[in-house]
């Protein structure tokens, strides 16, 4: 049974830096796909960022493109998202999620929150003003 564990979470102010980690177990990481989603308060949860296998490809919310950057380490198990100049409107619960793929691009579905199987249990980032 895979699991996802996500750490870096934390308290930031505006035009500030984060990196989160998203640490995968049980799961033979170099086949699944990799992505990034966030849930704020009282709103539903979106899609921020995607990185396929072998980090091909990655995709991006326009909300945090050019800001946000997915990355991936095969040999450390590993997903991360490093986050530049944060804005209070990012402050949510980050979920980090996983889809085992024979592809190695991306499909139309990533976006998706239905195409991933593996959830991990969120880290709260908290943009102040």
């Known amino acids: 049974q895979g699991q996802l564990v996500e750490s870096g979470g934390g308290l930031v102010q505006a035009g500030g830096s984060l990196t989160l980690s998203c640490t995968s177990f049980?799961?033979?990481?170099?086949?699944?796909?990799m992505a990034w989603f966030r849930q704020a308060p009282g709103k539903e949860r979106e899609f921020v960022a995607t990185?396929?296998?072998?980090?091909?490809?990655?995709d991006y919310a326009d909300s945090v493109k050019g800001r946000f950057t997915i990355s991936r380490d095969d040999s450390r198990y590993t997903a991360y998202l490093q986050m530049n100049s944060l804005e209070p409107e990012d402050t949510a619960i980050y979920y980090c999620a996983a889809q085992c793929t024979t592809l190695i691009g991306l499909s139309s579905a990533v976006r998706q929150e239905s195409h991933y199987r593996y959830w991990g249990q969120g880290t709260q980032v908290t943009v102040s003003s």
């Open positions: 990185i396929s296998r072998n980090s091909r490809r990655t």
């Open positions: 049980g799961i033979t990481f170099s086949d699944y796909i």
